[in-house]
Structures are given as structure tokens and as C-alpha cells.
């Protein structure tokens, strides 16, 4: 039950795949990551850009705001290995959820990637997860929940797909 409503909350924005863990995987090591302060054109794929401003709202924390000062989102943001991570809260009635995105810099955008996932992969790794695909509205719609309260997040993270059969959750930055 809880991944539906994990599914209804996403959906809200994009359909693709999605991946959240019960756990964050920053924890309390929270970094700043140089260069994602700014203003941005948030790139919603069907030719609009909406004007938005990345800022800091204290050490690893960052908020995405409308032009117009609406907070639209809030990430908190860690390294682990090479990898910077953003991860938004997710709260449902039946519990809160880390959404895990790859955050990758360039001078002219920011790109905010959900990390994907084979269930055969943490199945053979032992991790339990929970997945449901579904259709909404004409798009295919899949979501896996991971428990990984027994796992550390560097080994997590060796467990993503690099897939193209995924089609992951992405925010692009204009800048």
C-alpha cells in the first residue's frame, strides 16, 4: 500500500522510474556542491521552461524556488565516492521515503537523475525492495522502494543500472 501512495505523490511530476530508499543515504554528512546555486530555466520537456533560482539554505540543504520565491522542492545534498547525490524527502501517511538523484553539473545545466535499479540485481545482493509498475494515464509508471537499512550507501549505489531500458525520473536546469 505504502508504494502506491509513494507512486500517486511522484507521479505528480513526470512519469518514468522512480527509486526512493527508507533510509537517507547522506545521513548527517551533508556537503555543499560547488556550482548548483542559480538561476535556471527548469527544462519541463515539452518546450516550456520554467524560471527557477537553486538556493542554499544551509550546509548541504538547497531549495528550488519558482520566480517568484514558491518553494518547489528542497534536497539535501552528500558525496559518496564520486558521486554527488540530492535526495528529497518523500512523506506519505505510511512513512517517509528518500527519493535518490545523481546530481551532475555542467556550465550550461544541472541535471537531477533518479538512480534505477534491476530487482534481479538487490535480489541477488539479499535487499529487500518493493516495486510496482503501473499505467497512468496512457504512461508507464514503475517505482521501487528500497530497504536498505542493511546496506551502506557506496554499495548501494555499485548496485544501479546503467541500462538504457530504464527511462529514470529527471529535473534539467537550464542555466
Known amino acids: 500500500m505504502r508504494i502506491l501512495v509513494l507512486l500517486t505523490i511522484l507521479v505528480g511530476f513526470v512519469s518514468c522510474d522512480y527509486s526512493a530508499v527508507e533510509n537517507s543515504l547522506c545521513g548527517k554528512r551533508l556537503s555543499d556542491v560547488k556550482g548548483f546555486v542559480g538561476k535556471y530555466k527548469w527544462n519541463l520537456g515539452d518546450g516550456q521552461k520554467l524560471p527557477v533560482r537553486v538556493v542554499r539554505i544551509k550546509r548541504g540543504v538547497y531549495g528550488l524556488k519558482s520566480s517568484n520565491s514558491n518553494d518547489l522542492l528542497e534536497y539535501k545534498t552528500c558525496k559518496i565516492g564520486r558521486n554527488f547525490i540530492a535526495e528529497q524527502l518523500v512523506t506519505s501517511d505510511d512513512g517517509n521515503f528518500f527519493q535518490v538523484l545523481d546530481l551532475k553539473i555542467t556550465r550550461s545545466s544541472t541535471i537531477l537523475k533518479s538512480f534505477t535499479f534491476e530487482p534481479e540485481d538487490l535480489t541477488d545482493a539479499g535487499i529487500l525492495f518493493e516495486y510496482a509498475e503501473d499505467n497512468i494515464e496512457g504512461e508507464k509508471v ?10 551502506n550507501a557506496r554499495d548501494l549505489l555499485k548496485l544501479r543500472s546503467n541500462t538504457t531500458s530504464r527511462n529514470p525520473f529527471f529535473i534539467q536546469l537550464d542555466r
Open 142 to 151: 514503475s517505482v521501487m522502494v528500497i530497504d536498505n537499512s542493511h546496506i
